[in-house]
Every structure is written in structure tokens, then in C-alpha cells.
């Protein structure tokens, strides 16, 4: 099974500013990794794949980069609804999908 | 627009069955492009992959987390249009939010999800 890492666990980051999150793969996946977004009491949503491909209706603040072990899900100019936590997810190695533990972004 | 609405069966005791329904609207439980997973997220041990079914080539499949894959059965409902998720021999462990989603078939991210249910197992 595919381990994913996410760092740092929280991030404090004023709106406007740019927050970076990572993600570490314990094998190469190639770029078969996504991102997903989860506000409070609410589903996953899921904002990239591909490892950089944005979802339908995700604003371009949003990019991810990366392949083999090494991931990055960047967002540009935070905005309020923005505050959320991020997970990243493997599909390479399937089954079983596995997820990272999720990086926090907090209003600093 | 694909839909996935959950079931709520909320409490469950332990050693019984956990059974959750997941319907969809907007795309098909035989699609040949799609698979249908049951995902469930716990503070100890965050989001996790149960296991899925799918519809290829004229015939069902089924995978299953190696974690659960002695509890589970995921059945497809053509009928209804919608799938289930059985997890028999439950306990406090399997206290989670549940949730539904579909994944794109030979890709792999789940790109719709339902809004999840909370099932708490007690005695």
C-alpha cells in the first residue's frame, strides 16, 4: 500500500497571500494524484487530478504540480471560502486508493 | 450533473451489520465508464478507501480494502439505480462518516461524492 504524506499539518496564512501544500508518495505514482478540498460538515471536493488538471468550476488560484514522489497543490491570493482542509490522493497503485492526513490552512 | 444520495441509519450496536444505500441520478450503476466506492472518514484514522464495484464488458466486479475485505460486500441495485454497502461484525471501530462516490473507470479519482452519513457503533 501506497503511503501519502502530507506537510505541514497546519498552515496559517493571511487572505491574498499564497499557501503551499505538499505531498509525498512512499513510490512513484507518476502524476495519478489529486487534490480535494473539505470545508466543515461537508463532502471532499475534488479540486485537481491529474496532478495538475483542475476540476470543473475550480478557479484558476488553484494549480498543483508534481510527479513521481513529489507534490505540490499551490493557491494564489487566498480567498475566505478558501479555509479549509486539503487532502491529497494516490491512484496509481490501486486498489487501495489511499489518502494523505490532510493539511489545515487557517486564517492567520 | 451526477447526484449521490446516502441513506441514514445512524446508530448501530456492536457485532451487528452496518447497511448504507448510496442513489444515483445524473449517470448509471452500469455504466462502463464508472465505479462505485464507499469511503469512510474517522478522526483516528482519517479518510479510507473500503472498497468498490463496477460494471465491465457484461459483467460485475468488485474490490475491497484488504482491512475490511472479510466484512464487506458493495452490491450493485440496477433496479433502484443505486448501490450498498454491507459491513457485518461492526464495533466502535467502525465509527465513521460514510460516504459514497464515483470514481472515472480506468482513472481513479473520485470525482463526485455524497454528502456522507455519521453511523456510530455502541453497545
Known amino acids: 500500500e501506497i503511503v501519502m504524506t502530507q506537510s505541514p499539518a497546519t498552515l496559517s496564512v493571511s487572505p491574498g497571500e499564497r499557501a503551499t501544500v505538499s505531498c509525498r508518495a512512499s513510490?512513484?505514482?507518476?502524476?495519478?494524484l489529486a487534490w480535494l478540498q473539505q470545508k466543515p460538515g461537508q463532502a471532499p471536493r475534488l479540486l485537481i487530478y491529474?496532478?495538475?488538471t483542475r476540476a470543473s468550476d475550480i478557479p484558476v488560484r488553484f494549480s498543483g504540480s508534481g510527479s513521481g514522489t513529489e507534490f505540490t497543490l499551490t493557491i494564489t491570493s487566498l480567498q475566505s471560502e478558501d479555509f479549509a482542509v486539503y487532502y491529497c490522493?494516490?491512484?496509481?497503485?490501486?486498489?487501495?486508493?489511499?489518502f494523505g492526513q490532510g493539511t489545515k490552512v487557517e486564517v492567520k | 450533473q451526477v447526484q449521490l444520495q446516502q441513506s441514514n441509519p445512524g446508530l448501530v450496536k456492536t457485532s451487528q451489520t452496518l447497511s448504507l444505500t448510496c442513489a444515483i441520478s445524473?449517470?448509471?450503476?452500469?455504466?462502463?465508464?464508472?465505479?462505485w466506492n464507499w469511503i469512510r472518514q474517522s478522526p483516528s484514522r482519517g479518510l479510507e478507501w473500503l472498497g468498490r464495484?463496477?460494471?465491465?464488458?457484461?459483467?460485475?466486479?468488485?474490490d475491497y480494502a484488504v482491512s475490511v475485505e472479510s466484512r464487506i460486500t458493495i452490491n450493485p441495485d440496477t433496479s433502484k439505480n443505486q448501490f450498498s454497502l454491507q459491513l457485518t461484525s461492526v464495533t466502535p471501530e467502525d465509527t465513521a462518516v460514510y460516504y459514497c462516490?464515483?470514481?472515472?473507470?480506468?482513472?481513479?479519482?473520485?470525482?463526485?461524492w455524497g454528502l456522507g452519513t455519521l453511523v456510530t457503533v455502541s453497545s
Open positions: 462516490a464515483r470514481d472515472v473507470l480506468g482513472e481513479g479519482f473520485l470525482d463526485y
Open positions: 491529474g496532478s495538475s
Open positions: 464495484t463496477y460494471y465491465r464488458s457484461n459483467k460485475w466486479y468488485n
Open positions: 490522493q494516490q491512484y496509481n497503485d490501486w486498489p487501495p486508493w489511499t
Open positions: 513510490q512513484n505514482i507518476g502524476s495519478n
Open positions: 445524473g449517470d448509471s450503476v452500469s455504466s462502463n465508464s464508472a465505479a
